[in-house]
């Protein structure tokens, strides 16, 4: 059963330069396999990879308007309705893994123009702050909705970071993105509730605490995950609001 | 060989080599990066940094893949032996890209926040009581750092100052860092959306490292199975029979198991017979499967050379290995199983002289 060295077999030493013939053949061939698989597996992996879907930064349709700034318990800013458009609500965030906590406090119940970059995935839009100014105009008078509560829902799918989930990154999700998630999230940035089943049609949803306070730590190890959650429902203009009851959570897959 | 130390013991050998293996590389990383995504059936294309970290990430696996089925393959078909003789640059270039690939994390996953990047690595995720949600990167990170200790030992000074025995053992830790990154990947990128492609790969090479383990690794023990006569048979008070001396041949050895940890290789070279350890002092590599070469027993892996008699290596160079007494009872190889310090003269046994 033992192998042992015999006299006609090629005998390979590195530092001579000369390798036998019959292992010059095999090594070429071996090479060439060992070049080919590495592509093929290359053009197999790059190829066939999940779509990240049309998240992005709108860089060319930069935001500005008029409104007011709240904390609902995550900044959001509120315009009010323009002729055939209705009030609606935004989603805030700061540059990078920032929030604008800091700016919402400082301006709110004060009219301000709000400047930045919209991200924007399907419905859900989240207003990247470049810049907050005391309104010039006169915009008293607007005194913006309350939220309407569509009740109590069982919901699942993913927490995600706001920013990252509607196009800051592609993709933003999933658990290869978890710890960014967290770090997003940790720096100020709204949670949001990515459903697999829509309510009103909607699939987003910035997420709160069950009476409405900011999510602490307890959303970490249920972030990423494909999870069950409920909670109640509101809509803020047409911004949706979850507010998650994380003791009912449970990890699903 | 080498008296002294140099980065690098350039020979053409090992430039093709290396030159092999870069163009193996580039060619991944070009098509991953810039032909792949032309193919993709996506919405809008996936961020160039999360492309690139992919690339990188996935290039390292594969590579680790390739070096771990290198050791077994050489065992099971000595024509791979070539490809263990440089396999320390192949290890050094995979630690490289495995940099890489953890730099494109730090530097997307990781930056544009008000903590520091590696504070950040290590402090956002702390799930670690859960499986589903497990902090994966500490895997990733942990894989990393044994392939930085194994890329930046991996010179022979190194293997000289610790001892081939020390180094031999710290080298071990490679399948450690295998296992790491196939956990990394496992509760990482595989808990993404379904990629059956990439899924495959992981189990594939999976199923064929630990295959190939398998398989060199009962070949040995079918190897011990065959030499298990030589422990049983003692002719003689004292010595073993090793064999009859026409199963060698010229300018080759046999090797005879003693014990588990002890082999002995008996050489055949113009007419006459030497035994000598079966372990190389360089990296313990097999030295009855190596050759004799202008008068020197020369190992397969790297070539290290030592004399027949006394198992030194020829001047300028300083290695020694253990020398064992030999007899000749007809045709019969009778062999003293107790080693003599390493260096030691024993008068070759002439074949067909008086024993």
Redesign the interface.
């Known amino acids: 059963?033992?192998?042992?060295?015999?006299?006609s077999?090629?005998?390979?030493?590195?530092?001579?330069?000369k390798?036998p013939k019959?292992?010059v053949a095999?090594?070429g061939v071996?090479?060439l396999c060992?070049?080919a698989g590495?592509?093929l597996?290359?053009?197999?992996?790059?190829?066939?990879?999940?779509?990240?879907?049309?998240?992005?930064f709108q860089w060319g349709n930069r935001f500005e308007q008029t409104g007011l700034l709240e904390l609902r318990p995550y900044p959001v800013f509120r315009i009010p309705a323009n002729g055939d458009a209705p009030a609606r609500t935004y989603m805030l965030a700061g540059?990078?893994?920032?929030g604008v906590f800091e700016q919402t406090e400082a301006n709110r119940e004060t009219p301000v123009t709000l400047r930045g970059v919209p991200v924007n995935r399907g419905d859900l839009t989240m207003i990247q702050v470049g810049q907050v100014e005391p309104a010039t105009g006169d915009p008293s008078g607007f005194t913006p909705s309350e939220p309407v509560s569509l009740g109590r829902w069982k919901l699942t799918g993913e927490i995600c970071d706001g920013k990252c989930y509607a196009g800051a990154?592609?993709?933003g999700r999933?658990?290869?993105?978890?710890?960014?998630a967290?770090?997003?999230l940790?720096?100020g940035i709204p949670p949001v509730f990515v459903s697999s089943g829509p309510v009103e049609g909607r699939t987003f949803f910035l997420m709160a605490g069950k009476d409405g306070q900011l999510l602490g730590e307890a959303i970490?190890?249920l972030?990423?995950?494909y999870i069950e959650v409920e909670g109640e429902v509101e809509k803020l203009d047409d911004l949706m609001v979850f507010k998650a009851d994380l003791l009912t959570a449970r990890?699903l897959? | 060989?080498s008296v002294q130390y140099t980065p690098v013991?350039w020979?053409?050998?090992?430039m093709v080599y290396d030159a092999?293996l870069l163009?193996?590389?580039a060619?991944?990383?070009?098509?991953?990066?810039r032909?792949?995504?032309?193919?993709?059936?996506?919405?809008?294309?996936?961020?160039g940094a999360?492309?690139r970290m992919?690339?990188f990430g996935?290039?390292a696996f594969?590579m680790l893949t390739?070096i771990l089925c290198i050791g077994p393959l050489a065992r099971l078909d000595?024509?791979?032996?070539?490809?263990l003789?440089?396999r320390r640059h192949f290890g050094v270039m995979t630690a490289g890209i495995a940099a890489v690939h953890a730099n494109y994390v730090l530097g997307?996953?990781?930056?544009?926040?008000?903590?520091d990047s590696y504070v950040?690595?290590l402090s956002?995720?702390?799930?670690y009581?859960?499986v589903?949600?497990f902090?994966?990167?500490a895997f990733g990170i942990a894989a990393l750092l044994i392939l930085f200790v194994l890329a930046a030992t991996s010179h022979d000074f190194w293997l000289s100052f610790l001892g081939a025995p020390i180094w031999k053992a710290l080298h071990m830790f490679i399948y450690a860092a295998y296992a790491f990154v196939v956990l990394h990947v496992a509760?990482?990128?595989l808990?993404?959306?379904?990629?059956p492609?990439?899924t495959s790969?992981v189990a594939a090479s999976v199923v064929l490292v630990s295959g190939l383990h398998f398989a060199s690794g009962r070949?040995e023990a079918?190897?011990e199975?065959?030499?298990a006569t030589a422990k049983a048979s003692l002719e003689e008070a004292g010595w073993v029979v090793a064999g009859e001396v026409d199963?060698?041949?010229?300018?080759?050895?046999?090797?005879v198991t003693l014990s588990e940890e002890e082999r002995v290789a008996i050489f055949r070279y113009d007419g006459k017979l030497s035994a000598v350890t079966n372990v190389c002092a360089h990296q313990n590599g097999p030295l009855?499967?190596?050759?004799v070469?202008w008068g020197c027993i020369?190992c397969?892996w790297?070539?290290y050379q030592y004399n027949l008699a006394d198992g030194r290596a020829p001047a300028p160079f300083t290695e020694k290995i253990a020398t064992y007494k030999l007899k000749l009872v007809g045709s019969t190889v009778l062999l003293d199983p107790n080693a003599l310090p390493p260096g030691t003269y024993v008068e070759p046994v002439v074949i067909g002289g008086a024993s």
């Open positions: 059963m033992s192998w042992k060295q015999t006299k077999a090629p005998f390979f030493v590195g530092y001579l330069n390798v019959p292992l095999f090594l071996f090479s060992f070049v590495l592509g597996a290359a053009f197999a992996l790059s190829s066939t990879q999940n779509d990240p879907g049309n998240g992005a540059q990078g893994k920032r990154m592609r993709p999933g658990l290869a993105h978890k710890a960014c967290d770090l997003c940790t720096g970490d190890p972030l990423a995950l990890v897959k | 060989m013991i020979n053409r050998n090992k092999i163009i193996a590389v060619l991944y990383l070009y098509i991953f990066i032909v792949g995504p032309f193919y993709e059936d996506v919405t809008r294309p996936i961020d999360i492309l992919r690339a996935s290039c594969l390739v000595r024509r791979f032996l070539p490809l003789y440089n997307w996953y990781f930056n544009f926040s008000p903590t950040a690595l956002s995720n702390t799930s009581g859960q589903l949600g902090p994966f990167e509760l990482g990128a808990q993404g959306p379904s990629d492609i990439f790969m070949l079918n190897r199975k065959g030499h199963e060698i041949d010229d300018n080759c050895a046999k090797v009855g499967e190596g050759k070469l020369t397969p790297h070539g």
